[in-house]
């Protein structure tokens, strides 16, 4: 008996019908039935057996115990029906609305499953909004600070969705591994800041020839700029360390990733701009 | 011959490797194979044909041309890569990071593919900055205002990630059909408003208690509960009548509803806020 990873070559072995048509009637099963069989255990995880099947285009494998006895199998339409529901449920998890079958929910239903996810959201709003409000001094003397909140929290929204969906979807389908964790998080932060520095410089652009008031002008400006490749970096670092993490702990990245990160962004998003801003502008 | 929407019945049969063992050798195969065949035309699409492999447990279907001629079979384990594929696909796509593979890509092509959807968000940032200094105003003189910007955009914005999500995923996996419309977005209006009077009343009490000065306190959390209604119904509405129009006009409804909901939802949002404070404090 040899084991190979999730692979198990139990004693014994298989043959086709093709083949026991084919065979001469006097040949014994042992001389032509395969001995190398992959297998799983029963408390292999349904979505590694998954895996494997849609990998090695099997039609069915052998379920055994611990002492390699036959106890059962998974066939292909096992598997069609655990990756459907996989990606399906990832999906419908990281926008926090249930796992499956959401479509035929009533409202009520409905509602009670997104409440929790937006209760995350929520809190982190108001928290921005607490940080928002210790700079009430600084919007008094210069309203126009608040022209670009909306811009700078979007920008490093999206990008983190980018970044976590990139790594959930990873994750899931085994192209990403926690012992990647530092590559992964180095390559996201890296499009993170490229993006940033190239719609820094847009919205920073736009923000010096909407706003002409000298001496404030070009200060603004690459305040707003700064604040962008901030939160854009920041978002990126975010939205791919979060699931990583939660991978390493066994916790579902999919189900926590979608409210942690956009909560989060938010927040270092208004305070990172504010603080640069003040600090630029000389409040 | 008989058509019953893809399903073809053709003339001739299949019989199983089984059967033809067991069979008495001098019966003619017409006695005993199967006439009701499943099939599809060459020209039917891929994710059609995965559905219908899933559905009916087959471990292959044959492939007809216009005159019932059989030109080939897809069998179960390319309907598993499709399968695969489209839902990885699906969630790629609503947040604009390509199709799939996007782990092996490199930092450049990462950032060329994100790019675009990260354009979208950025003119509907900027739409948003445009919005907010037509308010300066009425900023200048409560510079409260801007506190809650974030958490309003950022309520509706992720109840229209969650309707949009659930309606996208509904339409792939063929539980939302194009006559559904109606249904589906009054579904989703009457989720956003529950959500929205529950979230709107929580926000408005905290928004009532931080902000104390008289006479302005209880008609300033009136507004910003108004506003997280308006916002959080309007982007459920947008999330999912945007992804059901894209698919009527045969547009990819995962390709086109991330950024087009977030922009829009982050628009109407900022707007209708600064309306109905400016409304509610009589600038």
């Known amino acids: 008996m040899k084991y190979i990873g999730a692979h198990v070559s139990v004693a014994g072995g298989v043959s086709s019908l093709r083949q026991l048509v084919v065979v001469h009637p006097e040949k014994p099963l042992k001389d032509f039935m395969i001995r190398d069989i992959v297998s799983v255990n029963t408390y292999t995880d349904c ?64 509602t009670r499953i997104r409440l929790p996810w937006l209760f995350t959201s929520c809190l982190g709003g108001l928290a921005a909004s607490f940080i928002i409000s210790g700079f009430h001094d600084s919007l008094s003397k210069f309203a126009y600070l608040a022209v670009y909140i909306p811009v700078i929290t979007g920008m490093g929204g999206n990008i983190g969705i980018q970044s976590s969906t990139v790594v959930v979807r990873g994750i899931a389908t085994g192209r990403i591994n926690a012992k990647d964790l530092w590559a992964v998080v180095a390559k996201e932060i890296s499009i993170g800041l490229i993006l ?36 854009m970096s920041v978002a990126a670092l975010m939205g791919s360390l979060v699931p990583m993490l939660f991978q390493k702990v066994n916790i579902d990245p999919a189900v926590a990733t979608g409210p942690f990160v956009t909560t989060s962004v938010d927040v270092v998003s208004v305070f990172s701009y504010l603080t640069i801003a003040t600090f630029f502008l000389g409040f």
């Open 196 to 231: 940033g520095l190239i719609y820094g410089m847009l919205i920073g652009f736009v923000a010096k020839f909407r706003y002409m008031e000298e001496p404030l002008s070009l200060r603004f400006a690459c305040a707003v700029s700064l604040a962008v490749v901030t939160s």
């Open 47 to 110: 979505e590694k057996v998954a895996q494997l099947v849609a990998r090695y285009d099997f039609l069915a494998v052998p379920v055994v115990d611990d002492d390699n006895r036959l106890v059962g199998i998974v066939t292909v339409d096992d598997v069609i029906d655990i990756i459907s529901e996989e990606a399906t449920g990832d999906i419908l998890k990281m926008a926090g609305v249930g796992e499956d079958y959401v479509e035929t929910q009533t409202i009520l239903r409905g």
